[in-house]
């Protein structure tokens, strides 16, 4: 059985390394033979791939949905489909949904997957409408939180198309290959003081959505009471320079780090007291789960799927949307009551290791493809 998995880039996001992570689970599985493709072949986890044996990843590199490339390239990408005889396409985000439902429907592929990763604020009213008509083709779209399959149901889309897999956590690839706290504080800039207590936010400075603005002016108000606490900000993007400034301006500069992309989260979280989200959407946050797999516990806005990982008052809090205050008073009573905090990191590992393992994913997306190739 031949299966095609079509993403966006091997830029490091959620979506990108989740993809990543089941075509490397489906190869290894060996039940399907898998080919992969991809609208930009540029990014850091190129490398990756190329470990698992992919060298020649074919690139469908687009400029627009409206101009004559986006179709060139749907129709060499629908010869390719059929030369080598693909049996399911699946795709992993905005963009790859667009372009690879239009692709399988010219070659005729007999199985469309598309997914869905958000719950809104990321889309215009434009875009709404070419995925909901992407999703018209697709036979079934993975939602990865049943928040997100709530919220596609709200927008039309038929129920019985949706299938819930969640996100599965590669707990080997987030184990730390240090833990030497001096020595992860020197790559990654951080001050090498015993006393600090560093509270991360794992985001990309790339999108509004995210908030951290929130962050930082829940980070005024706890170092009001803890002045060793110590904000990380993790991620690249083009908002940086306004955070910065922000930063400034709240007179916390001094305790605010912002890291850039960070190539060891699993360091990072090793020296991290708390993990902190506080998007005003999310789909089904990654860095939720990394955080949980780390053994932090974790404050985050009630977003998306957040409340399908977290248990409140036992490996962490869900908090308001934009509520700086709420998020400062539960960052107060964590750094107040240590031993609470170590209690709630591992009730979140225990969590992470019973529902969000990689085995579970690569079962149900399995019998996902089964099912659909046998017509069910």
């Known amino acids: 059985m031949k299966v095609l998995e079509l993403i966006n880039s091997f830029h490091q996001g959620g979506s990108e390394r989740q993809a990543i992570q089941l075509t490397r689970l489906l190869r290894e599985d ?17 490398n990756e791939v190329e470990k698992l044996g992919f060298t020649n990843i074919p690139e469908y590199k687009l400029t627009s949905f409206l101009n004559a490339q986006f179709f060139r390239q749907a129709r060499t990408c ?4 059929l030369e080598n005889k693909i049996q399911i396409i699946h795709t992993h985000d905005f963009y790859t949904n667009i ?3 239009v692709a399988a429907s010219i070659s005729g592929v007999k199985v469309k997957i598309a997914s869905k990763r958000e719950t809104g604020g990321m889309r215009s009213k434009g875009q709404k409408v070419a995925e909901k008509l ?3 083709r697709a036979n079934a779209i ?19 198309k949706i299938n819930v897999i969640y996100n599965g956590l590669d707990l080997e690839r987030l184990t730390p290959k240090t833990t030497n706290r001096t020595q992860i504080c020197k790559t990654l800039g951080l001050p090498n003081d015993k006393n600090a207590k560093f509270i991360s936010l794992v985001a990309n400075l790339r999108h509004e959505v995210k908030n951290q603005p929130m962050f930082l002016r829940a980070a005024q108000k706890v170092l009001q009471k803890f002045p060793n606490a110590h904000f990380v900000l993790a991620g690249e993007g083009e908002l940086k320079e ?12 001094a305790n605010t780090h912002f890291i850039g992309r960070c190539t060891i989260v699993p360091e990072l979280l090793s020296i991290s007291y708390t993990g902190v989200l506080t998007s005003f959407n999310e789909g089904f946050s990654n860095s939720i789960l990394e955080y949980m797999a780390a053994g932090k516990s974790v404050v985050a806005t009630n ?14 809090f869900l908090i308001e949307s934009n509520n700086e205050v709420t998020l400062a008073e539960k960052l107060i009573w964590l750094l107040e009551n240590p031993d609470k905090n170590t209690e709630f990191g591992k009730k979140g590992r225990e969590i992470v290791e019973q529902k969000f393992s990689c085995e579970a994913q690569l079962k149900n997306t399995i019998e996902l493809y089964k099912n659909q190739l046998n017509g069910k």
């Open 99 to 101: 372009f690879g439902m």
């Open 134 to 136: 992407a999703f018209g």
């Open 142 to 160: 993975v939602a990865n939180a049943e928040a997100v399959k709530k919220h596609l149901v709200i927008e039309g889309i038929p129920e019985r």
């Open 242 to 253: 306004g955070l910065e400034n922000l930063a400034n301006d709240l007179q916390i500069s």
């Open 303 to 316: 977003v998306g799927g957040a409340s399908e990982a977290i248990v409140e008052n036992e490996s962490g």
């Open 78 to 81: 629908a010869r390719s489909l």
């Open 30 to 46: 060996g039940k399907f033979e898998v080919f992969l493709a991809c609208l930009n072949n540029e990014g850091v986890l190129r």
